[in-house]
């Protein structure tokens, strides 16, 4: 399982594995010629959305100190996962960053980016955020 299939995880999208698997589906074959065929979008089923901001203010009241609005250590240190460089390098992998090392505007690139594929996926991520 990826690190971005974790966070989803820990913000309530089911568990990892049906996570993963909604995020990298692929289109069934169609089985009626005659008719159109399906996009990978229409043969994804819709992920509710999941009040992803609730969930933060609420580990962030069992966690304070943690700004977890501007910073991807301080987001995954408040679900419960591994902040250190190896895991934000995977993470920023996983996320199409290559040449990662780590630097301050990285590491915002790595948050912003991590928000918009939550929103992406049903999450009610605010466009301030993004």
Same mark, same amino acid.
């Given at each position: 399982?990826?690190?971005?299939?974790?966070?989803?995880?820990?913000?309530?999208?089911? #568990?990892?594995?049906?996570?993963?698997?909604?995020?990298? !589906?692929? =289109?069934?074959?169609? @089985?009626? &010629? +005659?008719?159109?065929?399906?996009?990978?979008?229409?043969?994804?089923?819709?992920?509710?959305?999941?009040?992803?901001?609730?969930?933060?203010?609420?580990?962030?009241?069992?966690?304070?100190?943690?700004?977890?609005?501007?910073?991807?250590? #301080?987001?995954?240190?408040?679900?419960?996962?591994?902040? !250190?460089? =190896?895991?934000?390098? @995977?993470? &920023? +992998?996983?996320?199409?960053?290559?040449?990662?090392?780590?630097?301050?505007?990285?590491?915002?690139?790595?948050?912003?980016?991590?928000?918009?594929?939550?929103?992406?996926?049903?999450?009610?991520?605010?466009?301030?955020?993004?």
């Amino acid at each position: 399982m990826g690190i971005f299939s974790s966070i989803m995880s820990k913000l309530g999208f089911g #568990d990892e594995e049906q996570t993963e698997n909604k995020i990298t !589906a692929e =289109a069934p074959a169609v @089985e009626n &010629a +005659a008719s159109e065929p399906e996009t990978v979008e229409s043969a994804i089923e819709a992920m509710p959305e999941i009040d992803v901001i609730a969930k933060l203010e609420s580990l962030s009241a069992d966690n304070p100190g943690l700004n977890w609005q501007t910073s991807i250590v #301080d987001l995954l240190k408040l679900l419960g996962l591994d902040s !250190a460089y =190896a895991h934000r390098k @995977e993470l &920023a +992998a996983e996320m199409g960053i290559d040449g990662y090392e780590g630097t301050a505007e990285q590491n915002i690139a790595l948050h912003k980016t991590v928000l918009a594929k939550i929103a992406e996926n049903g999450g009610n991520i605010p466009q301030e955020l993004l």
